[in-house]
């Protein structure tokens, strides 16, 4: 994570407002006014370099700098005045020591960013701006969401114990993101049962719905940018990065079926390995691998079906359910059958390095005509600004 220029002095100077400064109440033990964490926009780093790959350009098409949205909406923000803390931002330290204390048990709590801005009180900053790498590679983004994963529920307790002092807003914030972890494997049911109850043409029909709910928030994107946020961008351009968000989305979409079998065995995993840990045998509840770690496993075909093997499995049962029931909508089923047990092939392929968009190829001639317009542009300030 790099900040931009004068990122922490912005943070320093929101926080230091007597509007935002936190006020503690002793008795209650809680932050009743201003806020103790500034949560800044996290934006995803240009894909450039030798790792640049195609899984990362899809997935962070969105990236870098953008000169042209100055902010960004959040509703928990813009509504209710609480922000989401997701783990990189600027601390009260004092207030955010009162509010903590003796609040979370030791050695209990993975994903501690959302409980600790929802007990001290955090804001959202959207014009001061982070930047963030990220992942390369899908194994390295799989690990890290099975990890985001298992914290998320083990939050369980502070969900459902009035005790825990956790706003109602927050535990709503939590809930939405158990449903977020859910997600994927009923996805991925009601795909199966859609091949296994319908026969042909309204299980294609039925798949074809599934396919289009995963367009929602890319259309979103796309609409909201149809108009240009600035006079200064010409029309050409603004069009043309409109065109590149449409590849891009469908490219999103497209990948998202693709490895949602995954995505829904990985989901499970780390929902029956959370409650397990956190009920039965309270062990290894810090588990914890970080990314250059995940970055060091294996980048070939044998790895990516060795951690994907789950796809597989999914893939097959997929298959056989309908069959078995002898459903005309075991056509449709094959089609998405081999597309998952092919999906670790594909995520080794997308995880490779690739040539960016961000990689110019220039001639001699024009290294040459650009190298004389640096020095005669260095030549003017060594001129007339130096002493």
């Known amino acids: 994570t790099r900040t931009t220029r004068d990122a922490v002095s912005s943070l320093v100077g929101k926080l230091a407002h007597p509007l935002n400064r936190p006020h503690f109440d002793p008795v209650k033990r809680v ?46 923000q813009d509504v209710f005045g609480d922000g989401s803390f997701t783990g990189k931002g600027l601390y009260h330290v004092d207030a955010f020591e009162a509010a903590l204390k003796n609040r979370i048990d030791e050695n209990t709590i993975l994903s501690h960013d959302l409980l600790e801005g929802a007990l001290s009180r955090a804001a959202l900053v959207t014009d001061v701006e982070l ?3 990220y992942p390369t590679r899908y194994s390295v983004d799989a690990s890290r969401h099975h990890r985001w994963a ?12 009035p005790r825990s002092g956790v706003p109602a807003l927050s535990r709503w914030k939590m809930v939405d993101n158990l449903r977020r972890s859910v997600t994927p494997i009923f996805w991925v049911m009601a795909c199966v049962a859609g091949w296994t109850l319908l026969p042909f043409t309204q299980a294609a029909q039925w798949q074809a719905l599934m396919i289009l709910s995963l367009f929602m928030a890319p259309t979103f994107d796309i609409v909201n940018g149809i108009l240009p946020k600035s006079g200064d961008q010409t029309p050409r351009g603004h069009f043309s990065a409109l065109a590149r968000d449409t590849v891009f989305g469908t490219a999103l979409v497209a990948l998202k079926v693709l490895l949602m079998a995954h995505l829904a065995w ?4 780390a929902i029956i390995r959370t409650i397990y840990r956190l009920f039965v045998s309270r062990q290894n509840l810090l588990e914890w691998r970080t990314a250059s ?12 079906y060795g951690m994907m093997y789950g796809a597989v ?15 005309t909508g075991a056509f ?19 995880s490779r390095s690739a040539e960016t968009e961000d990689r110019l190829r220039i001639s ?21 600004v130096t002493p």
């Open 31 to 76: 932050v009743t006014a201003g806020y103790t964490i500034l949560q800044p926009r996290i934006t995803a780093s240009l894909t450039s370099g030798d790792d640049a790959s195609f899984f990362q350009r899809v997935f962070s098409a969105n990236r870098g700098l953008d000169p042209y949205v100055f902010a960004v909406s959040d509703v928990y």
């Open 131 to 133: 930047v963030e790498d």
């Open 150 to 161: 298992r914290g998320d529920w083990q939050l369980l307790g502070y969900i459902f114990d």
């Open 266 to 269: 990985m989901m499970g995993d």
């Open 293 to 304: 770690q995940a970055a060091k496993g294996g980048n070939d075909l044998a790895a990516y």
């Open 313 to 327: 499995i999914i893939g097959v049962v997929g298959l056989a359910i309908p069959v078995l029931a002898d459903s």
């Open 332 to 350: 449709v089923a094959f089609f998405f059958a081999i597309f998952w047990i092919a999906s670790p092939a594909v995520a080794c392929w997308i």
């Open 364 to 384: 001699s001639a024009d290294i040459q005509v650009l190298r004389t317009f640096a020095r005669r542009t260095w030549h003017y300030f060594e001129t007339f």
